[in-house]
């Protein structure tokens, strides 16, 4: 049986799990829906979550956090790579195939740094990743044929790749609010850089509060809770768990966007969900 720090890890990958599934929705909607310009949705959310952790800083009355280190320096480098392709590549990417792309590229990233670090990997976890990752492809890979836009799967391999560093770098995070404040804050003129990439996109009022929300709590609480749960997992279950970000994105797709539930949703997401469970009682 689970004991209880157990529990309390699940929920707060659950919870941690949901705000990046979330992240996917609200960029759809900012994106695609509201027609908002990729890189202008990215800054705007930049700039909101940097806005709210730097406040949360303010609020708990502490040192505020050195910027100019090179783990700063790395964490900012990989939010923003982070943020520019992942914006980038819903120009031309469908959900489900992108999705795939990214928590793909993250999952080989990770177990990948961890085997050749030397860690120790129990079965069991390795277990839990076949599984899960094998509901992933369930859910997203292709039924039939379709052409892959290159540009836009290179921009998620960025984007996977800056994000599976982001999550390496975190396991050594003791400060996760003032890491992530710092790292927002740093990222923000990375991303500002990135402007003139795209063409210009609509400013509606819908486009720039969906990019609000994807910053300020969905992202920027987000991040910050993710780097708080990362020092007390592996490397690798901390992969494995978020292979579920897709199948939650595309429940929340089926509930909020009348997107339909079909019986190959229903099995993927029974085999991730199932990977985790096996995967999370392997302690550290």
Same mark, same amino acid.
């Given at each position: 049986?689970?004991?209880?720090?157990?529990? @309390?890890?699940?929920?707060?990958?659950?919870?941690?799990?949901?705000?990046?599934?979330?992240?996917?929705?609200?960029?759809?909607?900012?994106?695609? @829906?509201?027609g908002m310009?990729p890189?202008?949705?990215?800054?705007?959310?930049?700039?909101?979550?940097?806005?709210?952790?730097?406040?949360?800083?303010?609020?708990?009355?502490?040192?505020?956090?050195?910027?100019?280190?090179?783990?700063?320096i790395a964490?900012?480098?990989?939010?923003?790579?982070?943020?520019?392709?992942?914006?980038?590549?819903?120009?031309?990417?469908?959900?489900?195939?992108?999705?795939?792309?990214?928590?793909?590229v993250?999952?080989v990233?990770?177990?990948?740094?961890?085997?050749?670090?030397?860690?120790?990997?129990?079965?069991?976890?390795?277990?839990?990743?076949?599984?899960?990752?094998?509901?992933?492809? +369930?859910?997203?890979?292709?039924?039939g044929?379709?052409?892959l836009?290159?540009?836009?799967?290179s921009a998620?391999?960025?984007?996977?790749?800056?994000?599976a560093?982001?999550?390496?770098l975190g396991g050594?995070?003791?400060?996760?609010?003032?890491?992530?404040?710092?790292?927002?804050?740093?990222?923000?003129?990375?991303?500002?850089?990135?402007?003139?990439?795209?063409?210009?996109?609509?400013?509606?009022?819908?486009?720039i509060?969906?990019?609000?929300?994807?910053g300020?709590?969905?992202?920027?609480?987000?991040?910050?809770?993710?780097?708080?749960?990362l020092?007390?997992?592996?490397?690798?279950?901390?992969?494995?768990?978020?292979?579920?970000?897709? +199948?939650?994105?595309v429940?929340?797709?089926?509930?909020?966007l009348?997107e339909? +539930?079909?019986?190959?949703?229903?099995?993927?997401?029974?085999?991730v969900?199932?990977?985790?469970?096996?995967a999370?009682p392997?302690?550290?």
């Open positions: 049986m689970w004991d209880s720090d157990v529990i @309390r890890i699940f929920v707060l990958l659950v919870v941690t799990m949901s705000a990046f599934a979330a992240n996917s929705v609200l960029t759809r909607l900012g994106v695609a @829906r509201y310009d890189m202008d949705f990215a800054a705007i959310r930049v700039a909101a979550g940097g806005l709210m952790l730097w406040a949360l800083i303010g609020l708990r009355g502490t040192a505020r956090p050195a910027l100019w280190s090179g783990r700063r964490g900012a480098g990989c939010l923003a790579g982070y943020m520019i392709g992942f914006s980038w590549a819903y120009l031309s990417l469908e959900a489900g195939i992108g999705a795939l792309i990214l928590f793909g993250i999952q990233v990770i177990f990948g740094w961890s085997v050749a670090a030397g860690q120790a990997i129990p079965p069991r976890r390795w277990l839990g990743a076949l599984v899960a990752f094998g509901g992933l492809c +369930v859910l997203l890979w292709p039924s044929a379709q052409a836009p290159w540009g836009g799967a998620m391999i960025i984007a996977g790749l800056a994000w560093g982001y999550t390496l050594r995070e003791p400060d996760a609010l003032g890491a992530s404040a710092a790292n927002f804050l740093l990222c923000l003129p990375l991303v500002l850089l990135a402007l003139p990439l795209s063409d210009a996109g609509q400013l509606s009022a819908a486009g509060t969906t990019a609000v929300i994807a300020a709590i969905t992202s920027g609480l987000g991040y910050a809770l993710w780097y708080r749960v020092p007390q997992i592996a490397a690798t279950l901390a992969g494995i768990a978020q292979l579920s970000v897709p +199948v939650l994105t429940v929340a797709g089926a509930l909020l009348a339909p +539930v079909t019986a190959r949703l229903i099995l993927a997401g029974l085999l969900l199932g990977g985790i469970a096996i999370l392997a302690r550290r």
